[in-house]
């Protein structure tokens, strides 16, 4: 699958931070927090557990079309302004979009859309249990919240 086939795959949701940092710092950022939340031992064991072909790291850095982390490959990247990461294992075929948008001086949007397909009735149960118990919306916003950085200290 590439990234436009991504596209093709049945919306699922998008969440939104705003950045407190111009989209080379968000871009730098992003791809830091990706490498860490699914380059350890516990992303490698899931992806292998539910049969994705991307079970490990490898590939450039930072992050360019071929680069892979546990469960994600990289379709496309563009600098500062767009990453997509597809996937598939035995219950799911998932694409990962990132969108960087300038959001006033000094600051920049960044979006995660989340499109994928969960065919037959083990796909449907796997839906359940990722999506409707808001699990992969809490893992998304918890990444986002990663890449935006601790909230600034109050005096």
């Known amino acids: ?6 596209l093709s795959l049945p ?3 998008e969440h939104t931070t705003v950045v407190a940092a ?8 992003l791809g830091e927090v990706l490498d860490r939340w699914f380059g350890g031992g516990r992303a490698a064991g899931y992806a292998r557990l539910v049969g ?14 071929g680069s892979t982390i546990p469960g994600f490959r990289v379709a496309s990247a563009v600098p500062h302004a767009e990453l997509v990461l597809i996937g598939r294992h035995h219950f799911s075929t998932y694409a990962l979009l990132f969108h960087l948008d300038a959001a006033g001086p000094g600051r920049t949007r960044l979006r995660a859309e989340t ?8 796909g449907c149960l796997y839906r359940q249990l990722v999506l409707a118990t808001g ?4 893992g998304v916003r918890r990444l986002l919240a990663a890449v935006r950085g601790p909230a600034p200290r109050r005096s």
């Open 22 to 29: 111009d989209a080379g710092v968000v871009w730098g950022r």
């Open 1 to 6: 699958m590439d990234a436009v086939a991504a």
């Open 11 to 13: 919306y699922v949701d």
């Open 115 to 122: 499109r994928a397909r969960f065919p037959g009735p083990a």
């Open 135 to 138: 699990g992969h919306a809490l």
């Open 52 to 65: 994705c072909p991307d079970r490990g790291s490898s590939g450039p850095r930072p992050l360019a079309v």
